[in-house]
């Protein structure tokens, strides 16, 4: 990793849960023995705070500059993921979030685009929490 990353995961040191080699995270699979480095960080202001100013997208989290694919988790299981490298991003929601997030949407403004989005929202809701 560059030093840039190496800073990153100084500043977010107090914050650090676990760290493990894996061949497998959410959106992505090493195929092989090879492995890869894995952080689990608490997510608070602080942290929060490095996070969007070490990269200045969500596909800026790439190797070796940055520690690659964030991912956002609540007991467990992941809520928000993404695969940097393949400009992908993902929410896993349960019904009930779903519709609190499509519920903040204002109804008659919603671009086609955003109707895909709100498919594809449902699509996932309708298989639980998968992706």
């Known amino acids: 990793m560059d030093e840039s990353g190496r800073q990153v995961l100084r500043r977010l040191g107090d914050h650090l849960l676990e760290a493990d080699e894996v061949q497998a995270w959410p959106g992505s699979l ?23 100013t070490a990269a200045s997208s969500l596909f800026g989290w790439v190797w070796p500059r940055l520690p690659e694919d964030l991912h956002l988790r609540a007991d467990g299981s992941t809520v928000f993921g993404t695969a940097a490298r393949e400009d992908d991003a993902w929410l896993e929601l349960t019904a009930g979030e779903y519709d609190a997030v499509v519920g903040r949407l204002p109804g ?3 671009s086609s685009g955003d109707e895909a989005v709100i498919a594809a929202l449902r699509r996932t809701c309708s298989r639980g929490r998968t992706r």
């Open 30 to 52: 090493i195929m092989g023995t090879s492995t890869q480095d894995r952080y689990l960080f608490r997510l608070d202001d602080e942290s929060l705070g490095v996070l969007t």
């Open 108 to 110: 008659d403004s919603c």
